[in-house]
């Protein structure tokens, strides 16, 4: 069993900021250092949306374009922990926003949306 927990969500008003945080953990989950972890978004009723996925080392890190210079996706190993730094939110980021782990490549994640798991989201509101 792996699970994934997103934690950092809440309401914020554009131009605001939120950090979210994914941990990782489970007696199947032998190494979060061997995945890469993304971040995706779905509103209801829409297509799933990658925003941003990084290498196991962080050293390969890919964004969507519409968040690009906005969000930064980090990670700590030695926590298993990732995390996304939301900087200048538009209400158009509102969203559900999930964590994703993957043993496919960084890039490969985000532009296939290859995933191996997924955590159960955690709701992002900007007021506008």
């Known amino acids: 069993q792996v699970q994934l927990v997103e934690s950092g969500g809440g309401l914020v008003q554009a131009g605001g900021s939120l950090r979210l945080s994914c941990a990782a953990s489970?007696?199947?989950?032998?190494?979060?250092?061997?995945?890469?972890m993304g971040w995706f978004r779905r509103a209801p009723g829409k297509e799933r949306e990658f925003v941003a996925t990084?290498?196991?080392?962080?050293?390969?890190?890919y964004y969507a374009d519409s968040v690009k210079g906005r969000f930064t996706i980090s990670r700590d190993n030695a926590k298993n922990t990732v995390y996304l730094q939301m900087n200048s939110l538009k209400s158009e980021d509102t969203d559900v926003y999930y964590c994703?782990?993957?043993?496919?490549?960084?890039?490969?994640?985000?532009?296939?949306?290859?995933?191996?798991?997924w955590g159960q989201g955690t709701q992002v509101t900007v007021s506008s």
């Open positions: 994703a782990a993957s043993l496919s490549p960084a890039q490969a994640m985000g532009v296939m949306g290859q995933t191996n798991y």
């Open positions: 990084i290498s196991w080392s962080g050293g390969n890190i």
């Open positions: 489970g007696r199947t989950f032998s190494s979060f250092s061997s995945y890469a």
